[in-house]
């Protein structure tokens, strides 16, 4: 026997089967709701929001609890996404977040057909800040806004868009008119195929030319184009290599 | 040569040249006097100092130099508008519709004394600090000049909101163009005799303002010490917050001013015939810079906020006026616009390529110059110009 015996290199684990990245910020620790029930009554209340989100697509809640909400929504539906029906654990997760059985079948024959084809980055929901009457949208702070109201919706739904956000990207002031034009030298200092990916991230649309800003839903008229353009994109290519 | 001849004569005379050292008596009870003193201390750090007197015989001042020029200019500039004022004679009243924030209002103000800025004051602080340009009856403006007639009047800024701001912008750029002209002849050694040549029309989209001027030193490299000088003339410059003065001269008069450059001389005939009238002039003052402009500029220089001169381009190759002919190209920012040090390096870095606005001197278009200094680029357009020959013989 050869002493010292001969040290075992151990292949490095294959990185395959990695939670998958969500398009939402997730606080690094979940929020202690209070709740008389305890931890368990915390997470019944979730299961309740989550439930609901996946049932009607669009809800109100208080601004904190959909946002906690919406971190566990959004993990859900990438699961769904990646394994499908015939996967055990996405399943049994599925079964844990939404307790009305008649909506589990909706999670993957309708929703995970529709976010297969998805734009990367995109996240599936949708947040936005509810009128409240009760409190000035202006004292927004942690610890202070708990009566703040939000909606929180999938994109995708059927319903008519929301109006906003209201606030306006300024493209013309000089700062941004600098920096657009240092972005587009950039692209053309690149090689061929970098100038090709300039037109695929276009940052902020130019005033003089139509703007999509001004009516009806921004975030949804973009995500339409978005798709409707990595669709159609695919095609020139290889017409001009014929 | 008269004024060199003078200072020489001025140190034998004084004795500074042969003799330059004073001494004090020691263990003297008393010590030095007053006057004593002093005298050491002119010898030491006056005008007629050992250094000084070595550099002036080292690199004579010549009779024409910056500062008499700008003088010059300047006293002819107050002059003129003497004389235009009391042009005038009687003071007649117009009326002045503001349309705008915070109310519309009707004012009567002078006719021909009253400007922009006068009725900006009648609103508040904030119209007058902020306001960049004004537009009377739908035309763009200047905030000091005379109003002429019965208007409606708009006061612009730089972050409006409702509206593109891109006259504004350009109006912004084309005053930082102005203001580095002002830099460049000011703040060389008086023994250079700075001409400036011209600036192009303001575009923003080009990343950078330009002013092409004749800086009689050939081959100059300067490092990044000296271009800090120039960034940091431009803010002491904003920090003066000097007006933008506007007077319409006639032709003869612009030519006798500008006499001493030789390459304004040849610009003014050309600029007179494409005015309005087709015999007068635009000319700017800002402090005693003066120079021509088709305006309108912005309010005052106090306007400018964060600025950097970034490149120094030699044009010996490109154009064949001057062998000393650079571009001087700069980026700024409006005071109370802030950009992470991040973003503004990013448009400082493209600043520092050529600008692509007309050389002087040439006719040719700029992407194939600003090309050379990319070599990527540069591969991009022989394929081009290959892919033309082949359909051309195809």
């Known amino acids: ?242 | 040569m008269g004024r060199l001849a003078g200072i020489i004569q001025k140190c034998r005379y004084s004795g500074l040249i042969h003799i330059q050292k004073r001494y004090f008596q020691m263990h003297s009870v008393q010590g030095p006097t007053a006057e004593e003193v002093e005298g050491v201390r002119k010898d030491l750090f006056g005008k007629l100092c050992r250094e000084n007197v070595r550099s002036i015989l080292q690199n004579p001042i010549p009779s024409v130099n910056n500062p008499v020029v700008r003088a010059k200019r300047s006293q002819m500039f107050s002059e003129e508008k003497e004389n235009q004022y009391k042009e005038l004679g009687r003071i007649q009243k117009i009326d002045v519709e503001y349309v705008g924030v915070p109310e519309n209002v009707n004012l009567m103000m002078n006719k021909g004394i009253s400007t922009p800025y006068d009725c900006a004051k009648h609103m508040s602080d904030v119209h007058v600090q902020r306001s960049v340009v004004a537009e009377v009856n739908g035309q763009l403006w200047d905030m000091h000049r005379p109003l002429e007639e019965t208007c409606k009047l708009r006061l612009f800024h730089m972050k409006m909101k409702a509206e593109d701001p891109f006259n504004v912008n350009k109006v912004f750029w084309r005053s930082c163009s102005f203001m580095l002209g002002a830099v460049l002849e000011s703040a060389l050694h008086e023994h250079i005799y700075v001409e400036l040549h011209s600036f192009p029309p303001a575009n923003v989209r080009s990343g950078s303002f330009v002013y092409d001027v004749d800086l009689k030193i050939k081959d100059w490299k300067p490092n990044t010490d000296e271009m800090r000088v120039f960034s940091l003339e431009m803010r002491k410059l904003a920090q003066k917050n000097l007006p933008f003065e506007r007077l319409e001269v006639n032709v003869d008069l612009a030519l006798e001013m500008f006499e001493d450059n030789q390459y304004k001389k040849k610009q003014i005939p050309e600029i007179a015939a494409g005015s309005t009238t087709g015999k007068t002039v635009c000319l700017y003052r800002v402090g005693d810079f003066v120079d021509i402009s088709r305006g309108p500029l912005m309010s005052t220089t106090g306007l400018l906020g964060r600025c950097t001169i970034t490149a120094l381009h030699p044009l010996r190759e490109l154009s064949n006026i001057s062998d000393t002919l650079y571009r001087v190209q700069g980026v700024a920012l409006p005071a109370g616009f802030l950009l992470n040090y991040f973003a503004y390096g990013l448009i400082e870095q493209r600043g520092k390529l050529l600008n692509s606005a007309r050389i002087p001197g040439t006719l040719q278009p700029h992407k194939q110059i600003s090309a050379k200094h990319n070599q990527n680029q540069k591969a991009v357009l022989i394929e081009e110009e290959t892919k033309q020959k082949q359909a051309v013989s195809a």
């Not at chain 1, 309740?48 to 993990?75: C, M, N, P, Q, S």
Request: hydrophobic letters at 35%; charged letters at 25%; a positive charge.
């Open chain 1, 1 to 242: 026997m050869v002493f010292p015996p001969p040290i075992k290199v151990q292949q490095a684990p294959k990185l395959t089967n990695l939670i998958s990245k969500l398009n939402v910020k997730v606080l690094p620790s979940p929020r202690k709701f209070q709740n008389p029930g305890g931890p368990e009554g915390r997470l019944k209340a979730m299961r309740r929001t989550v439930t609901a989100l996946v049932k009607h697509e669009r809800i109100e809640a208080r601004y904190f609890r959909a946002d906690e909400a919406r971190g566990y929504v959004e993990r859900l539906i990438s699961e769904a996404v990646r394994y499908g029906d015939l996967h055990r654990p996405t399943m049994d997760l599925a079964k844990f977040w939404i307790y009305d059985e008649a909506a589990i079948p909706k999670l993957f024959k309708v929703l995970v057909p529709r976010y297969k084809q998805w734009p990367s980055g995109l996240p599936y929901t949708r947040m936005l800040r509810a009128p409240s009457s009760i409190v000035d949208q202006t004292t927004f702070k942690v610890g202070i806004g708990h009566h703040l109201l939000a909606v929180l919706e999938l994109r995708g739904n059927p319903f008519p868009p929301l109006p906003g956000p209201f606030t306006k990207p300024h493209a013309g002031a000089i700062h941004n008119v600098l920096l657009e034009e240092a972005r587009k030298e950039y692209f053309r200092s690149q090689s061929t195929i970098e100038s090709q990916a300039e037109q695929h991230t276009q940052a902020v649309p130019i005033p003089g030319e139509e703007s999509c800003f001004q009516q009806g839903d921004t975030l949804e008229q973009l995500t339409h184009e978005l798709v409707s353009e990595s669709v159609s994109e695919i095609d020139p290519p290889e017409e001009s290599k014929k």
